[in-house]
């Protein structure tokens, strides 16, 4: 089982960026995934979520409107668009299904000026 992160970087406030997880090792299109996020000193924390076909997200109040999850199937890979990003938004991000599996290395976010 593996979950690769990718798409990070730095951003100014406002800017976006679009972050990728590949997994591998399961069936992926049979469980929901779930994006976390852990900055500097803080627990990690769930952002969002999509149900297995997609149908169904959510999200955490800190990013609501202002990022989207999906996923592709066929890929294998979810995805995470961020807009209109805050400082607040620098973190370490992840990806994982539901149940968990070990985590994979993350990719680092910062939003800066």
């Known amino acids: 089982v593996q979950l690769v992160e990718s798409g990070g970087g730095l951003v100014q406030p406002g800017g976006s960026l679009r972050l990728s997880c590949a997994a591998s090792g399961f069936t992926f299109r049979n469980y929901v995934m779930i994006w976390y996020r852990q900055a500097p000193g803080k627990e990690r924390e769930e952002v969002a979520s999509i149900s297995t076909v997609g149908g169904v997200t959510s999200y955490a109040d800190s990013v609501k409107g202002r990022f989207t999850v999906s996923r592709d199937n066929f890929k294998d890979t979810v995805y995470l668009q961020m807009n209109n990003l805050k400082p607040e938004d620098t973190a370490v991000y992840y990806c994982?299904?539901?149940?968990?599996?070990?985590w994979g290395q993350g990719i680092q976010v910062t939003v800066s000026s």
């Open positions: 994982n299904r539901l149940p968990s599996v070990p």
